[in-house]
């Protein structure tokens, strides 16, 4: 399949730490990417170097054929932080015009992005009023409002009800469905079977680049949860091993 994320040899360093140890990975187009692995693996520092806001040490990161962080990319690559992007200050619906804007986009764009992630009802409700699930749903209007072929998302679903979780996996599966690429964070197992592939990290090296399936065959076992925790104690043990010869 076409390539839309390629990662070769990524390192980054965080003062004198370093984050990724040459991180290689690629991404499919129209894929729904998990990328998944306990805090500190170095899941944030990989996504803002696809983005193109880390400074990296060595490697390359390729979005969409360009450089990460190209001035081409910019309204082709959409990207939810964990922490909130909006503006406090503003309504839902005049924080997601306020981005379409910035893409020559009108108030239809706007309120389509609204309605997509299941805020028409609180669009003109201050964002400072929101609930923590209500403000990560604002902030993702916001990153699909251009409609990004490339959409990068930091734990979309933390904070979220099961049904409105629900909503939103429906809503990712039929942007992969038309053509866009998903590369989404989550600590959650059950969010990592509704993925086509899985990245797992650990401490910045990439343990599983799979399908759920090939993750669970991996790791002798049905449960995903349980097959993750087999791969990071053999990557462990070999690591160990590796160190010790």
Request: glycine fraction near 10%.
């Amino acid at each position: 399949m076409e390539t839309a994320i390629e990662v070769r040899d990524l390192v980054v360093h965080r003062g004198n730490q370093k984050v990724l140890h040459g991180l290689t990975c690629r991404v499919p187009r129209g894929c729904v990417m998990g990328l998944l692995g306990p805090s500190g693996s170095g899941k944030t520092t990989l996504m803002r170097a696809i983005v193109g806001v880390q400074i990296i040490t060595s490697g390359t990161v390729t979005v969409l054929g360009e450089p990460a962080g190209s001035p081409a990319l910019r309204r082709r690559v959409g990207y939810q932080t964990q922490a909130p992007s909006v503006y406090p200050d503003l309504t839902v619906r005049e924080n997601t015009r306020y981005f379409a804007s910035l893409y020559g986009l009108g108030a239809a764009a706007a309120d389509a992005a609204i309605a997509a992630v299941g805020l028409g009802d609180a669009a003109s409700q201050l964002v400072s009023t929101l609930s923590g699930g209500q403000l990560s749903r604002a902030s993702l209007a916001c990153a699909l409002v251009a409609r990004p072929e490339v959409l990068v998302l930091d734990e979309p679903t933390v904070g979220q009800d099961p049904v409105l979780r629900e909503e939103l996996w429906q809503r990712f599966r039929d942007l992969a469905a038309n053509g866009t690429t998903l590369l989404i964070s989550s600590h959650v197992m059950d969010e990592a079977d509704r993925c086509d592939r899985l990245l797992l990290i650990r401490d910045g090296r990439l343990i599983a680049d799979d399908t759920p399936a090939g993750v669970k065959a991996a790791g002798g076992t049905s449960d995903l949860d349980q097959a993750f925790l087999t791969l990071i104690r053999t990557h462990e043990m070999a690591a160990t091993e590796g160190g010790t010869a």
